[in-house]
T-cell receptor
Framework: DVKVTQSSRYLVKRTGEKVFLECVQD?????MFWYRQDPGLGLRLIYF???????EKGDIPEGYSVSREKKERFSLILESASTNQTSMYLC???????????FGPGTRLTVL | EDQVTQSPEALRLQEGESSSLNCSYT??????LFWYRQDPGKGPEFLFT???AGEEKEKERLKATLTKKESFLHITAPKPEDSATYLC???????????FGKGTRLHILP
C-alpha cells in the first residue's frame, strides 16, 4: 500500500512566522504535489515536483515555496504566514506509470 | 475551458436507499477519471480510476461508470459508514493536468 505521511495533523502559527510542512512517501514515486483545500473552493494546486530538486508552480503559488532535496520528501514553506493561509494542506504522490495521486492525511494550519 | 462539475453538492439518503453521484467534465483528451472518498478532517482516499468510455469498476457497495461526458458513482444499499465527501478528478485537457471537482457531501441516515 502507498503510504504518504505529513509532519503534523494540526498546526497553529502566528502571522509573520515561517512555517514548514513536510511530506514523506514510501513508494519511490517520482511526482509529488502540494494542495490546499478550502470550503467552496475545492482542491487547489500550489506546487508540484517531478524529480529531486525540480519544482513547478501550480495554480496558486504566491506566498509559498517548496523544497525537494530527496525523492521521498517534499516540503512546503510559508515564508511569512498570513491569516489567509489558514487552510487544510494536502500532500500527494504519484508514480510515473500510474497516473493516480495518493494523498496524505492532511495538515490543518491555523494562522492567528 | 476545462471543467469538472459534480452534482449534487450534498445528498441525504436513508440507509439502504440506493442513488448515484454525477461527475460531468468538459476536458479534451481524457487520460483518466478518478474517484476519491474524503472523511472530515482527513485526506482523500483513492477509490477508482477509469480510463475509457464504457469502463466500470466496483468496490463493495460502490460502482463507478464512465461515458464520454460524465461519470457516475452508484451507491447500492448504502450504510451510515458510507457518509463522506466523494471527489471526482479528471486528468487531461489543454494543459494535461488533473482537475478536481468540488465534491458531493453524502450523508446516510440510519
Amino acid at each position: 500500500d502507498v503510504k504518504v505521511t505529513q509532519s503534523s495533523r494540526y498546526l497553529v502559527k502566528r502571522t509573520g512566522e515561517k512555517v514548514f510542512l513536510e511530506c514523506v512517501q514510501d513508494m519511490d514515486h517520482e511526482n509529488m504535489f502540494w494542495y490546499r483545500q478550502d470550503p467552496g473552493l475545492g482542491l487547489r494546486l500550489i506546487y508540484f515536483s517531478y524529480d529531486v530538486k525540480m519544482k513547478e508552480k501550480g495554480d496558486i503559488p504566491e506566498g509559498y515555496s517548496v523544497s525537494r532535496e530527496k525523492k521521498e520528501r517534499f516540503s512546503l514553506i510559508l515564508e511569512s504566514a498570513s491569516t489567509n493561509q489558514t487552510s487544510m494542506y494536502l500532500c500527494a504522490s504519484e508514480g510515473v506509470f500510474t497516473d493516480t495521486q495518493y494523498f496524505g492525511p492532511g495538515t490543518r494550519l491555523t494562522v492567528l | 475551458e476545462d471543467q469538472v462539475t459534480q452534482s449534487p453538492e450534498a445528498l441525504r439518503l436513508q440507509e439502504g436507499e440506493s442513488s448515484s453521484l454525477n461527475c460531468s467534465y468538459t476536458v479534451s483528451g481524457l487520460r483518466g477519471l478518478f474517484w476519491y472518498r474524503q472523511d472530515p478532517g482527513k485526506g482523500p482516499e483513492f477509490l477508482f480510476t477509469l480510463y475509457s468510455a464504457g469502463e466500470e469498476k466496483e468496490k463493495e457497495r460502490l460502482k463507478a461508470t464512465l461515458t464520454k461526458k460524465e461519470s457516475f458513482l452508484h451507491i447500492t444499499a448504502p450504510k451510515p459508514e458510507d457518509s463522506a465527501t466523494y471527489l471526482c478528478a479528471v486528468l487531461g485537457g489543454r494543459d494535461d493536468k488533473i482537475i478536481f471537482g468540488k465534491g458531493t457531501r453524502l450523508h446516510i441516515l440510519p
